[in-house]
């Protein structure tokens, strides 16, 4: 099972994909990455995570 969050900032568009059954995600960009991680996503793939994780363990 997978769940997709699109993100968008400024003109940078990019999709966050988390696969529930094997935790781990993916991310389809329309960038060629050139920086690091860090600094192409910041944190927010790991908060996004965390909250939606969150959110099914307390509402399953």
Same mark, same amino acid.
């Given at each position: 099972?997978?769940? *997709?969050?699109?993100? /968008?900032?400024?003109?940078?568009? +990019?999709?966050?994909? /988390?696969?529930? %059954? %094997?935790?781990? !995600? &993916? @991310? @389809?960009? #329309?960038l060629v990455q050139e920086m690091s991680? &860090?600094?192409? /996503?910041?944190? *927010?793939? !790991? %908060?996004?995570? /965390?909250? +939606? +994780?969150? &959110? *099914?363990? #307390? #509402?399953?």
């Amino acid at each position: 099972m997978q769940f *997709l969050f699109p993100v /968008y900032t400024g003109c940078h568009h +990019y999709i966050i994909c /988390y696969n529930i %059954k %094997k935790p781990r !995600w &993916e @991310i @389809i960009d #329309n960038l060629v990455q050139e920086m690091s991680f &860090e600094d192409t /996503y910041g944190d *927010l793939p !790991w %908060k996004l995570a /965390y909250n +939606y +994780y969150n &959110e *099914l363990a #307390n #509402n399953g």
